[in-house]
């Protein structure tokens, strides 16, 4: 799983980081490491059974205050990307759920 998960995260990175450096994107000079940049997180991730809906929510709100522990954002919603917009129906959200209601 391992190196299936690295084949599919290493290309998204490498694409990202290319056209953030062609712009000369502000983002870039947040994610620095070493005498490169680090797109993602550290640590492989790993799979989880979520058992029951408070956990799920538990995982969404989880995910919703990354970018604000990453200083991306103020708060989840003011993250364009961020599903946090589409919960909360400010009528800007750039990703929509369909198949979970908040």
């Given at each position: 799983?391992?190196?299936?998960?690295?084949?599919?995260?290493?290309?998204?990175?490498?694409?990202?980081?290319?056209?953030?450096?062609?712009?000369?994107?502000p983002?870039l000079?947040?994610?620095?490491?070493?005498?490169?940049h680090?797109?993602?997180?550290?640590?492989?991730?790993?799979?989880?059974?979520v058992?029951?809906?408070?956990?799920?929510?538990?995982?969404?709100?989880?995910?919703?205050?990354?970018?604000?522990?990453?200083?991306?954002?103020?708060?989840?919603?003011?993250?364009?990307w961020?599903?946090?917009?589409?919960?909360?129906?400010?009528?800007?959200?750039?990703?929509?759920?369909h198949?979970?209601?908040?």
């Open positions: 799983m391992r190196r299936f998960v690295h084949t599919l995260k290493r290309p998204v990175a490498e694409g990202v980081l290319r056209r953030w450096k062609k712009l000369q994107a983002i000079l947040q994610i620095e490491h070493g005498k490169g680090r797109f993602w997180q550290t640590g492989g991730g790993y799979a989880r059974k058992s029951g809906r408070d956990e799920l929510h538990q995982k969404i709100q989880y995910i919703h205050n990354n970018p604000v522990k990453r200083g991306l954002a103020a708060t989840a919603i003011d993250y364009p961020s599903s946090a917009r589409w919960y909360e129906k400010t009528g800007d959200a750039k990703l929509e759920c198949s979970l209601s908040p």
